[in-house]
């Protein structure tokens, strides 16, 4: 038992009522060696362990904590959350769109990354000019950064259009198999109609023979 709480000290700890508390999940239990197998072998820890490992250092900074929910990241990349699992994240992460928009988003954050290099060394280099000089140079900038949001909003555009178009693209792909599906809906419809026709069909025969045999019946007994 002791070796058991030993080796497992970062989870279980012992209570002065002698009782074994769970640190993560903060479950009590008897200092019992079944009791503690059982629970260190619970879902429940499994997924509390699962939130409290994630690593998010390996994802360069596109997934972050999740504002809402500790339970929860959130992919700066495709502005969504996920479930704080690590192999829920990768496949996400694996995805051809999440791929697409990782790229967009790490081109994206390095262009703000030499732009702001480029802003402090202009800073830099206008503080050592005279008054006149920085005035020049405070409008240049500032009809800089009005051009550089219209270009931000113009790339926004563009992604918002590429989204539509995949969108469009699987709808596509979906598109010839509801088709088919309608398609064999309507002939089985057309068969079963048919069939009933048919049968009605025959069914007219059926009377109208045997409405012919019994007036020649009727036309004997009469002569």
Not at 2 to 12: C, G, I, M, Q, T
Request: aromatic share 4%; glycine share 8%.
């Amino acid at each position: 038992m002791e070796k058991l709480l030993r080796s497992h000290n970062d989870v279980l700890e012992v209570l002065e009522s002698g009782k074994v508390k769970c640190k993560l999940t903060g479950h009590e239990m008897a200092k019992e060696e079944g009791a503690i197998k059982k629970h260190l072998a619970s879902k429940k820890l499994a997924v509390v362990r699962a939130y409290n490992d994630f690593d998010y250092d390996k994802y360069n900074g596109d997934i972050i904590p999740s504002r809402h929910s500790d339970k929860k990241v959130y992919c700066l990349s495709c502005k969504m959350e996920l479930n704080k699992f690590a192999d829920e994240v990768e496949r996400h992460r694996d995805g051809r769109k999440c791929k697409r928009k990782r790229k967009l988003f790490l081109e994206k954050k390095e262009q703000q990354r030499v732009e702001e290099e480029r802003r402090e060394q202009k800073k830099k280099e206008r503080a050592s000019m005279p008054a006149w000089a920085q005035s020049d140079e405070e409008d240049s900038d500032n009809n800089e950064e009005g051009a550089e949001e219209g270009a931000e909003e113009g790339s926004a555009d563009e992604e918002e259009e590429e989204e539509e178009e995949e969108e469009e693209e699987e709808d596509d792909d979906e598109a010839p198999q509801l088709v088919a599906d309608e398609i064999e809906e309507i002939e089985e419809l057309d068969m079963t109609f048919l069939d009933e026709e048919s049968d009605g069909e025959a069914a007219g025969d059926d009377e109208a023979s045997g409405d012919g045999a019994g007036g020649g019946q009727r036309g004997g007994r009469g002569s």
